[in-house]
């Protein structure tokens, strides 16, 4: 019998990755698919599972569906490739750029995290290996093959897929998976992550278009829940933004800001180039601090079909962010220590967004001390990551194996998200033309999911299970 098996982002929001396993009419294997393979990141007893093999050996499966580039849906790829995957990796060309520029730069981050824990020797592991290096990363992008959003892929006799927009950030589509077993066609629907709907004052400065595709047909569904147990605020959250950056500069701090190097920085970057040319707040220097900034800038310029209107408009009247007068892209380490060593009042904007490796490190064990600085936090924040350490109140981090203190003001703005929350959801389920079978919770720690869960099944009366971590569910 053809089943999904979980093999992430169940009981987490990382690592997604969900296996299609056909069978012919008699009973003989026939294609094996993965739809996402992304890193497990924040808890150990999670991140332990980027070492593990996957239950069915790597070459055996013949190709990935990948729904976008962020490292928790295609972080695992260079690894899988290592493992000896061969096959084609589907995904949209805006999700193939991003990815050529983030596999890479998670390469480089294994290593540069090995390297320092074998200086350090505060690895259990002797030498500290990383998981894969820069240069797999790279090897790995030979098997991409790009896929026009809206047009069928036949992948084998009994499974095909299309793509169709998922509105979370550039590039981002949901997989709709028809696959024939025991005689009848399964629609099986995989979201990836849900972009927010439409409201651009309370969701501001979206670089992609609004709004997951309308009026699915799902027998089954299998639909991220990041945010099932949490509602965005209906506010704008620029004004709160644009005073706490006034006040932080008044006292002469620096304003610190984690932010996803994909989609999020770009949004930021946009928004505090509005507050400075509206006067909302001082033209401070702005550093983007991340090694992929510069390149992941360039593939949003290179797609300015995705944009909004909003977005257009800012880059026409403004031209590229890289030439902005004040904002400064560091390439290089020694730019990064500059940056570090300014004592003047500035915004930093750096990677990892959940403070978990990156040139953010170093900021923050240079800024927490201090109470005249301000650490922003504009995007989701896994538990037992340094981010949700630090944006709960606790007094200490630990950062490069050594407690910083943390006297910074933190503040944390959720508008940004580039997730749907539950009524956002609900509302782009109502779109359904049908009831799918059974709707499956995926990416999100278990109180999201179950909350979710039971929303949509008192609201809707859909049959809604969170999916365990390794299960198997049979298509029937
Ligand atoms: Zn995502």
Same mark, same amino acid.
């Given at each position: 019998?053809?089943?999904?098996?979980?093999?992430?982002?169940?009981?987490?929001?990382?690592?997604?990755?969900?296996?299609?396993?056909?069978?012919?009419?008699?009973?003989?294997?026939?294609?094996?698919?993965?739809?996402?393979?992304?890193?497990?990141?924040?808890?150990?007893?999670?991140?332990?599972?980027?070492?593990?093999?996957?239950? &069915? !050996? $790597?070459?055996? *499966?013949?190709?990935?569906?990948?729904?976008?580039?962020? %490292?928790?849906?295609? +972080?695992?790829?260079? #690894?899988?490739?290592?493992?000896?995957?061969?096959?084609?990796?589907?995904?949209?060309?805006?999700?193939?750029?991003?990815?050529?520029?983030?596999?890479?730069?998670?390469?480089?981050?294994?290593?540069?995290?090995?390297?320092?824990?074998n200086?350090?020797k505060?690895?259990?592991?002797?030498?500290?290996?990383?998981?894969?290096?820069?240069?797999?990363?790279?090897?790995?992008?030979?098997?991409?093959?790009?896929v026009?959003?809206?047009?069928?892929?036949q992948?084998?006799?009994?499974?095909?897929?299309?793509f &169709? !927009? $998922?509105?979370? *950030?550039?590039?981002?589509?949901?997989?709709?998976?028809? %696959?024939?077993?025991? +005689?009848?066609?399964? #629609?099986?629907?995989?979201?990836?992550?849900?972009?927010?709907?439409?409201?651009?004052?309370?969701?501001?400065?979206?670089?992609?278009?609004?709004g997951?595709?309308?009026?699915e047909?799902?027998?089954?569904l299998?639909?991220?829940?990041?945010?099932?147990?949490?509602?965005?605020?209906?506010t704008?959250?620029?004004?709160?933004?644009?005073?706490?950056?006034?006040?932080?500069?008044?006292?002469?701090?620096?304003?610190?800001?984690?932010?996803f190097?994909?989609?999020?920085?770009?949004?930021?970057?946009?928004?505090?180039?509005?507050?400075?040319?509206?006067?909302?707040?001082?033209?401070?220097?702005?550093?983007?601090?991340?090694?992929?900034?510069?390149?992941?800038?360039?593939?949003?310029l290179?797609?300015?079909?995705?944009?909004?209107?909003?977005?257009?408009?800012?880059?026409?009247?403004?031209?590229?962010?890289?030439?902005?007068?004040?904002?400064?892209?560091?390439?290089?380490?020694?730019?990064s220590?500059?940056?570090?060593?300014?004592?003047?009042?500035?915004?930093?904007?750096?990677?990892?967004g959940?403070?978990?490796?990156?040139?953010?490190?170093?900021?923050?064990?240079?800024?927490?001390?201090?109470?005249?600085?301000?650490?922003?936090?504009?995007?989701?924040?896994?538990?037992?990551?340094?981010?949700?350490?630090?944006?709960?109140?606790a007094?200490?981090?630990?950062?490069?194996?050594?407690?910083?203190?943390?006297?910074?003001?933190?503040?944390?703005?959720?508008?940004?998200?580039?997730?749907?929350?539950?009524?956002?959801?609900?509302?782009?389920?109502?779109?359904?033309?049908?009831?799918?079978?059974?709707?499956?919770?995926?990416?999100?720690?278990?109180?999201?999911?179950?909350?979710?869960?039971?929303?949509?099944?008192?609201?809707?009366?859909?049959?809604?299970?969170?999916?365990?971590?390794?299960?198997?569910?049979?298509?029937?």
């Amino acid at each position: 019998m053809s089943y999904i098996q979980f093999l992430g982002a169940a009981g987490t929001v990382t690592g997604s990755k969900h296996l299609i396993k056909t069978y012919d009419s008699s009973g003989k294997p026939g294609f094996q698919i993965l739809i996402d393979c992304g890193l497990f990141q924040g808890q150990k007893e999670w991140r332990e599972r980027n070492w593990q093999d996957t239950p &069915v !050996p $790597a070459r055996e *499966i013949n190709a990935v569906v990948l729904t976008h580039a962020h %490292l928790d849906h295609c +972080g695992w790829i260079p #690894r899988l490739v290592k493992e000896g995957f061969h096959g084609p990796i589907y995904a949209t060309q805006p999700t193939i750029d991003l990815c050529s520029v983030v596999l890479p730069d998670s390469g480089h981050l294994q290593e540069e995290d090995a390297e320092f824990y074998n200086k350090r020797k505060v690895s259990k592991h002797h030498p500290a290996l990383p998981l894969y290096t820069l240069k797999e990363a790279q090897d790995c992008l030979r098997f991409f093959k790009p896929v026009v959003v809206g047009q069928t892929t036949q992948l084998s006799p009994e499974l095909m897929f299309r793509f &169709v !927009p $998922a509105a979370h *950030i550039l590039g981002s589509c949901m997989a709709e998976v028809t %696959l024939q077993t025991n +005689g009848r066609s399964h #629609r099986l629907l995989f979201t990836g992550d849900l972009g927010r709907v439409r409201d651009s004052r309370i969701a501001p400065g979206k670089v992609v278009h609004s709004g997951p595709q309308e009026n699915e047909t799902a027998d089954v569904l299998v639909m991220e829940s990041t945010y099932g147990n949490r509602q965005h605020p209906d506010t704008d959250p620029r004004p709160e933004l644009a005073r706490l950056i006034r006040e932080t500069a008044e006292r002469g701090g620096t304003v610190v800001v984690p932010a996803f190097a994909v989609e999020r920085t770009q949004k930021f970057l946009f928004i505090l180039k509005t507050l400075m040319e509206t006067g909302q707040i001082p033209r401070l220097p702005v550093y983007c601090d991340s090694p992929m900034a510069i390149k992941a800038v360039e593939v949003f310029l290179k797609h300015s079909e995705e944009y909004t209107a909003r977005a257009a408009d800012l880059i026409k009247k403004y031209g590229s962010p890289l030439e902005w007068p004040g904002f400064t892209f560091a390439l290089t380490s020694e730019q990064s220590k500059q940056i570090n060593e300014s004592r003047d009042p500035s915004i930093i904007v750096s990677s990892s967004g959940m403070v978990t490796g990156g040139r953010i490190l170093h900021h923050m064990a240079q800024r927490l001390p201090d109470p005249k600085n301000l650490v922003i936090f504009i995007g989701f924040q896994a538990p037992g990551t340094r981010g949700a350490i630090i944006k709960s109140g606790a007094h200490e981090v630990k950062i490069f194996g050594a407690f910083v203190p943390i006297r910074a003001q933190i503040a944390a703005l959720e508008q940004f998200s580039d997730h749907a929350d539950p009524p956002e959801m609900l509302e782009w389920l109502r779109t359904f033309k049908n009831q799918p079978s059974t709707t499956y919770l995926v990416h999100g720690e278990p109180a999201a999911a179950s909350q979710l869960r039971d929303r949509v099944q008192k609201e809707l009366g859909w049959d809604v299970k969170v999916a365990e971590y390794m299960e198997r569910v049979e298509v029937k």
